[in-house]
Structure formats: C-alpha cells, structure tokens
C-alpha cells in the first residue's frame, strides 16, 4: 500500500502552491508506474499524472499541465507532486497509487485507474479563497 502525505496545509488560495508526497508501504517502489488521481466532490476519480519510478516518460493530465509536476526522490524512495498556481477547481481529495513493481504500465495505459494496484488513503486539497 502507498502512503500519500501532504507537505504543508491542505487550504491553498487560489494561485498558492502545495506538494503531497508518496511512498510506498514495505518494499521500494522498484519498476512501477506511480500515478496520481483525484477526485472532486460530486465528481469521478480523474488521472492527475503518472511517473516511472525507474526512469522514462512522466505524464500529465491537460488541465494541471505546466503547473503540476511529479518528481521521484531515489534516496528518500519517495514520489513528490507538485503543485502551483492552483485553482479552485483543483479542489479534491488527491491519491497516489503504484502500479506493478515488476513492470510499468505502458504508456497508452498510464490513464487507466485499473493498472494501479496499490493505493494511498488520499488526501484533501482545497483551493479556495
């Protein structure tokens, strides 16, 4: 299971930045895929984005990119999510999940909550002023 944390308060004004962190429970994360997802009151679980742990391709969902960005930590085996400029619609309980350790999710996939076997207890971000 991954543990999801955020670093700094969950209540951000519009335009303030927050960083959530995510590490997995046990064993490293090894060869996954770590994906962020969140969910808006009212709302689906959407992807948010996905990194490779052992390198590659990072992804982003349209509506956070150039303002959010994952970043992977070696020695502290932790993925961190970035997040600036935020909006009120960025408003959501965020998770972090962590796909196969063996393997990662292939790139046309990545979107896909059902490749994410491992997931964190989510955590609230609210964006308002």
């Known amino acids: 299971r991954c543990s999801c944390r955020r670093l700094g308060g969950g209540s951000v004004q519009p335009g303030g930045s927050l960083r959530l962190s995510c590490a997995p429970s046990?064993?490293?994360?090894?060869?996954?895929?770590i994906g962020w997802f969140r969910q808006a009151p009212g709302k689906e679980r959407e992807f948010v984005t996905a990194?490779?742990?052992?390198?590659?391709?990072?992804y982003y969902a349209d509506s956070v990119k150039g303002r959010f960005t994952a970043s992977r930590d070696f020695a502290k085996g932790t993925v961190y999510l970035q997040m600036n400029s935020l909006k009120p619609e960025d408003t959501a309980v965020y998770y972090c999940?962590?796909?196969?350790?063996?393997?990662?999710?292939?790139?046309?996939?990545?979107?896909?909550?059902?490749?994410?076997?491992?997931w964190g207890q989510g955590t609230l971000v609210t964006v308002s002023s």
């Open positions: 990194v490779n742990w052992g390198g590659g391709s990072t």
């Open positions: 046990g064993r490293s994360f090894s060869s996954a895929t």
């Open positions: 999940a962590a796909g196969s350790r063996n393997a990662r999710i292939i790139t046309s996939q990545v979107r896909n909550e059902a490749r994410y076997i491992d």
